[in-house]
């Protein structure tokens, strides 16, 4: 999968650096993660509860490939957002609780097709395929034993274009889910895992 993703990108870098009609630009903005994701511990399936859902942010480079009436725009960005779960401080379900936040970051690659109208207006749509590097835990008694790398999603979205500003809402969803294995100490082993739905606001300035 990683060798699909750099022969991806370095297949796309060469077809850009000989298009004529191509723009870079910079792009930053806020996530807003709406898949609250769940905890649970496999044995015996004697624990399970939903987690709670945060926002986020994203920041990157995009490049823009004018065609005959549409555009094409892959973005390289970086991406962090967050669940908390809150999972038993032992092997009885009914000792104290811990409050655990799993902060997850990755690389996302995003290949949009859009469509501009009325002169400032746009919509878009494409995958998005995520590289997870790093799923960081808020709490020092809990580590990651193993989390999942890759996905892939799909994104829609509209915007409006002022002069060299681009301004986006995207709807983006997964279509396979990701978590991670957390251990807490000699007290078992629990699930955390989200399919990936959130909102994408941002800015971008094409050079």
Do not use: C
């Amino acid at each position: 999968m990683k060798k699909l993703i750099l022969t991806a990108i370095v297949g796309l870098a060469a077809n850009f650096a000989t298009a004529q009609n191509i723009n870079f630009g910079i792009k930053g903005g806020a996530v807003f993660n709406t898949d609250k994701g769940k905890v649970w511990q496999d044995a015996g399936n004697i624990f399970k509860k939903d987690g709670k859902a945060s926002a986020g942010f994203q920041a990157g480079a995009l490049a823009r490939v004018s065609l005959a009436g549409i555009y094409i725009q892959p973005e390289l960005l970086y991406t962090q957002f967050k669940n908390e779960y809150t999972i038993p401080g032992g092997n009885d379900t009914n000792s104290m609780e811990t409050n655990v936040g799993v902060t997850k970051k990755r690389l996302d690659i995003p290949v949009n097709v859009g469509k501009r109208f009325l002169g400032i207006g746009h919509i878009q749509a494409g995958p998005v395929f995520s590289y997870y590097f790093d799923d960081k835990l808020s709490v020092k008694d809990f580590t990651t034993a193993k989390q999942d790398e890759f996905n892939v999603g799909m994104q829609i979205g509209a915007g409006v274009e002022v002069s060299k500003l681009l301004f986006d809402l995207r709807y983006e969803f997964g279509l396979g889910k990701v978590g991670s294995d957390i251990l807490n100490g000699s007290n078992g082993q629990y699930r955390t895992e989200n399919r990936p739905q959130m909102l994408n606001l941002s800015v971008a300035y094409l050079f």
